[in-house]
């Protein structure tokens, strides 16, 4: 008699929209958002669909999400990411790229982005007050994060917020940033 066992394995998935992941994204960007006195932005799930498909390539470069403005990044590690993945690849986007920046100046320029915008560009996504949404993956055998930004930022000639706020006497810089 022979007694045939198959064992059938179920795929486990990470749901990187779900909570706690989702939830972990839009607080890092938010915090950040809120020190500029931007209005914080929302889960985009269409935008993070997009990530999830782009991310699952596991190759390190823009793509995948027409319209959307796109910040990439990626850990050395192996495996899936985690939540300090996720919090470690907003950061790299702003306090990594916050010496570079200068807020008030034109973003477009030596003065406002230390070396030309692609030094500060990340941060500036982030940023664009325009953006409302955001919606975020990472690669399902890598450690790829792709988020994807609605409406998206970085337009030429524009910066992400207004550098100036008017008075009658004076055009200062108002803004309370630690």
């Avoid at 995948?64 to 850990?75: L, T």
């Avoid at 990594?96 to 500036?124: Q, R």
């Avoid at 940023?127 to 930004?149: E, I, M, P, R």
Wanted: proline letters at 3%; hydrophobic letters at 35%; a negative charge.
């Amino acid at each position: 008699m022979f007694i045939l066992c198959r064992t059938i394995v179920k795929e486990e998935r990470r749901e990187y929209s779900e909570l706690p992941f989702k939830d972990t994204w839009l607080s890092a960007h938010n915090a950040f958002r809120a020190k500029y006195s931007v209005a914080p932005l929302t889960w985009n799930a269409e935008g993070a669909a997009l990530a999830q498909s782009w991310a699952d390539n596991c190759d390190f470069k823009h793509g995948g999400a027409e319209g959307y403005g796109q910040n990439i990044w990626m850990s050395s590690g192996g495996g899936t990411c985690n939540l300090n993945d996720i919090e470690d690849s907003v950061t790299s986007w702003t306090a990594g790229e916050l010496p570079d920046w200068t807020c008030g100046k034109d973003m477009w320029s030596d003065d406002g982005c230390n070396g030309g915008w692609a030094n500060c560009g990340h941060l500036t996504q982030v940023l664009w007050q325009d953006t409302t949404s955001v919606g975020c993956a990472c690669g399902t055998t890598c450690k790829l994060v792709v988020c994807n930004y609605n409406p998206a930022g970085n337009i030429v000639g524009e910066n992400p917020i207004p550098a100036v706020r008017s008075s009658s006497t004076s055009s200062s810089l108002i803004l309370d940033v630690e």
